[in-house]
């Protein structure tokens, strides 16, 4: 680092350093409740997922260019790499500030939100601390060992936290299954992955994965309802995104009572008036048709079962 400017680097520091610490009150003091707030925050907060790759493509420059400056011999690199990481810390601190906006504001609640959140904050503080070791030991001027030894393994755990908070936030937007969904299954079997691919009807070949819950019912509700009873949003504590979720309820109790369509919440919820507050979806975006509606009903009334198959009457027997 030039030497005239160790002002403006602690400075930068501190500042930065600071804001963590204000992001990290800010996070314990109003977490994501599941409730929406102010409309314009929401707006800066969705250019969250946006902003993320901006600190993501700059640290993982970062290793990159101190490989190459050190096995190359290019000073140019190294000076490089101080630069990107410096930038690399400014944006981590900025996006993970971004990303509390809209998780508080944006409705979002659960532990996966909330872990990923802290885990953002905490990638912001590494990568100024990392910043800060790799001013302190200038490998040049004998610091090798601390640049070796501590400023090494703090950019390597860096990088490592940022592909774990990148991955969350994958799980946040795309859900938690996005990636192993169609994982080879002797892989999956290696790295101990339990989630079940989802339900495809397409895919569904054997008769077992031919029932009625998963080929007619799970698409309306991953259309119409998982985005706000899913991974990210648990809007009044019910999950929809699996059938555990669902028979479990939310935070009323049961919302569905097998063969007893009339007496079920959920079906009460679907059939209101569109000005209802209790209708559902709520939000007017993609609205259950009568024929869905009708479809719910039909398989409450049939015992709500995720074993049901799902039976296409022979030609012959309509005659
Ligand atoms: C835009 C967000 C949103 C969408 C989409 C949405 N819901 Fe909801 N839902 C909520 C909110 C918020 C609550 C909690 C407030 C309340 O009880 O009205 C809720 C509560 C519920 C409850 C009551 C849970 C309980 O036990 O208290 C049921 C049942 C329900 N929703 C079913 C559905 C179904 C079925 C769909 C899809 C057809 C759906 N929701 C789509 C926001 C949504």
Redesign the pocket.
Known sequence: MSPGKPFFRQSAVWLGLSLVAVLAALAWRWPPDGREHAALAQFFGRFHPILVHLPIGLLFLVPVLELAGAFGRRDDLRGAAGFVLNLAAAAAVVAALDGWLLARSGGYSGPLVVHHMWCGAGLAALCLVAAVARGAFAADRGGWPGFVFIYGPLLVGAVGLMAWTGHQGGQLSHGETFLTEYMPGGLRAWLHVTAPPRPKPAAAGPAAAQTVYGVRITP??NR??V???GPA?V????R?DSYAGLMR?????E?VEPWQPAQS??VR??NLPSDD??R????G??P?TADEIHLIEQWIAAGASDRQPLVVAPLSAAQ
Do not use: A
């Open positions: 309306i509700f119409s309802c985005s706000c009873h949003k809007k009044g504590d019910l929809l309820g939310g935070k009323d109790g919302d919440e959920i919820r679907i507050d209790e559902m979806p709520n939000n975006k993609n259950l």
